[in-house]
């Protein structure tokens, strides 16, 4: 079942069209990768997709609900997170500070509680440096951090937006299994992301977006074999 259906979105910047009329679908326990180079459209439709942008055509739905109109903090609430690139963690927070922002839109402290017990299980380095200052961690921590704090509000659905970015190859390997664990603990993953032998490395199906349109789409691992993606994106 599509726990996500983008249906044929447009996005402009003033006079420029950076989203073209694009159409896919996110299901259930899927782990799905968007990948394309700088500038193909992939933060945008993310953006649009969490309800920081608005199209100016087309319609998000998620779990059956047309989300399009809805504001970004609402949609959190819903069951969708977005780990946004470049992290944007607080800087002058602590690292326990910053998780707990993320659980904004929760009530039960109980529940709080035990969601942090586990977003520490998955991330040790964080309840090791849970009193320190956000701004004092490592970019690898940093992003642990911002993926932990998705994890906060316990997303149905978590968008991750160039995680591997600027990680040595030893973090990004160790990101990347995170991000394998997070699928198989049930959360539904949507991965931007331009490291594409990585992303489709532990995708189920990928989306390949250029200049704003799709123009690949397909199983992962076959479109890991794909000669017009291995020159593309794999540099092979």
Same mark, same amino acid.
């Given at each position: 079942m599509a726990m996500l259906e983008i249906e044929n979105i447009e996005v402009f910047y003033g006079v420029i069209q950076a989203?073209?009329?694009?159409?896919?679908?996110?299901?259930?326990?899927?782990?799905?990768?968007?990948?394309?180079?700088?500038?193909?459209?992939?933060?945008?439709?993310?953006?649009?997709?969490?309800?920081?942008?608005?199209?100016?055509?087309?319609?998000?739905?998620?779990?059956?609900?047309?989300?399009?109109?809805i504001p970004g903090h609402k949609i959190v609430g819903m069951g969708m997170a977005h780990v946004p690139e470049g992290r944007r963690v607080f800087s002058q927070l602590s690292v326990l500070e910053n998780l707990k922002m993320?659980?904004?839109?929760?009530?039960?402290?109980?529940?709080?509680?035990?969601?942090?017990?586990?977003?520490?299980? &998955?991330?040790?380095?964080? $309840?090791?440096?849970? @009193?320190?200052?956000?701004?004092?961690?490592?970019? !690898? /921590?940093q992003q642990m951090l911002a993926m932990g704090r998705a994890l906060m509000s316990r997303p149905k659905l978590i968008c991750m937006d160039e995680p591997s970015m600027g990680l040595s190859p030893i973090l990004v390997d160790e990101i990347f299994n995170i991000i394998t664990e997070i699928s198989k603990a049930g959360t539904t993953v949507l991965l931007v992301e331009q490291n594409a032998k990585k992303a489709l490395s532990i995708a189920d199906r990928a989306y390949v977006l250029?200049?704003?349109?799709?123009?690949? &789409?397909?199983?992962?691992? $076959?479109?890991?074999? @794909?000669?017009?993606?291995?020159?593309?994106?794999? !540099? /092979?």
């Open positions: 989203i073209k009329g694009i159409s896919f679908q996110v299901n259930e326990g899927e782990v799905i990768a968007l990948i394309g180079a700088n500038g193909a459209g992939k933060t945008t439709t993310l953006q649009t997709i969490t309800g920081m942008i608005s199209p100016k055509k087309g319609s998000v739905i998620f779990n059956g609900t047309d989300i399009t109109k993320g659980a904004y839109t929760r009530k039960d402290k109980t529940e709080i509680e035990e969601t942090l017990a586990t977003v520490y299980k &998955s991330f040790p380095r964080l $309840e090791e440096r849970k @009193n320190q200052p956000a701004g004092t961690l490592s970019g !690898g /921590e250029e200049t704003g349109n799709i123009v690949l &789409s397909g199983d992962a691992k $076959e479109l890991m074999n @794909n000669e017009q993606i291995k020159k593309a994106y794999l !540099g /092979e």
